[in-house]
């Protein structure tokens, strides 16, 4: 506990993964200390953890994180239109940082789709939930390519057969069911 106290790498608010949890540090002591995950348990770490273990402190020299999510649209939609609505909704929702600045990039022609990739900036440890913030942007996406008639696409497959000659089709009629049989029509 002294050596994490005299150090400083980790103070109580800082958002850290340790043993394959993360969360943020409400109280440092001298045997463990206690980290808030984000569905409101508490754990209690045992300070050696902090050192004999990989720790990733999100917030120790920056509190900014950049995020990132892949989003497709309709082959045939206008790429430059795509991207400024892409764009004005990054600059229209409001927990998202203007430094360091986002970015909206068409990243690759898919299998089923064009498709761009969207990176932006929070501050983490702030009043904002950056699942949260995440969700909201990506309605406020859905909603502006709607409206723009801009298609999202599900993944589809053509097949083709080849065939040296015609291909035989072979019609049934399907028999009586139970539900059918000892009517009369």
Not at 121 to 133: I, K, S
Request: aromatic share 8%; glycine share 8%; with cysteine.
């Amino acid at each position: 506990g002294i050596i994490i106290l005299m150090e400083r790498q980790i103070k109580v608010g800082d958002i850290i993964e340790v043993a394959g949890s993360t969360g943020k540090v409400t109280h440092l002591g001298s045997r463990c200390s206690r980290i808030r995950k984000f569905d409101g348990v508490e754990l209690l770490v045992p300070n050696s953890a902090f050192l004999e273990k990989e720790v990733t402190n999100w917030t120790l020299a920056d509190p900014h994180h950049r995020f990132d999510f892949c989003i497709g649209v309709a082959y045939g939609s206008p790429v430059e239109k795509t991207m400024s609505l892409l764009s004005s909704a990054l600059e229209r929702q409001p927990e998202v940082l203007r430094e360091p600045a986002s970015g909206v990039f068409f990243e690759a022609f898919g299998d089923s789709s064009l498709v761009f990739r969207i990176y932006y900036w929070l501050e983490l440890g702030g009043a904002a939930d950056a699942r949260q913030v995440g969700s909201d942007l990506r309605c406020r996406i859905e909603r502006d390519l709607r409206a723009a008639a801009i298609e999202m696409p599900f993944p589809q497959r053509d097949f083709n057969f080849k065939s040296s000659g015609p291909i035989p089709v072979l019609v049934e009629m399907a028999g009586p069911t139970s539900s059918q049989e000892g009517r009369t029509p």
